[in-house]
């Protein structure tokens, strides 16, 4: 793996439909679990896995421990890709 890696903030809304959409340029995670814990921010993790084709283990967080706006880092990603990958788990083309 090369040493790619892109940073992609989300905001994180915890106990809702699971589901992922594209505002504007903003990414929303919707998430079952609730904040406590640090639940909601795991579940967005692996979320964000799943709708960039990756394994969870490639998505870390970088910023907003405690916060709903989080930014991960995804390794053997660029940001360009992550986009391209974002926009079609969202169903945009």
Known sequence: MSGTEALITVRVRPR????????????????????????????????LARALGVAPSAVTLRMGTRRREKTFAVAGLTREEATVRLRRAAGRP
Do not use: F, N, Y
């Not at 699971?18 to 406590?36: E, K, S």
């Open 16 to 47: 809702s439909r699971p589901g992922l959409t594209l505002l504007g340029d903003a990414i929303v995670v919707r998430v079952a679990a609730a904040p406590a814990g640090g639940a909601a921010t795991d579940e967005a993790r692996r979320a």
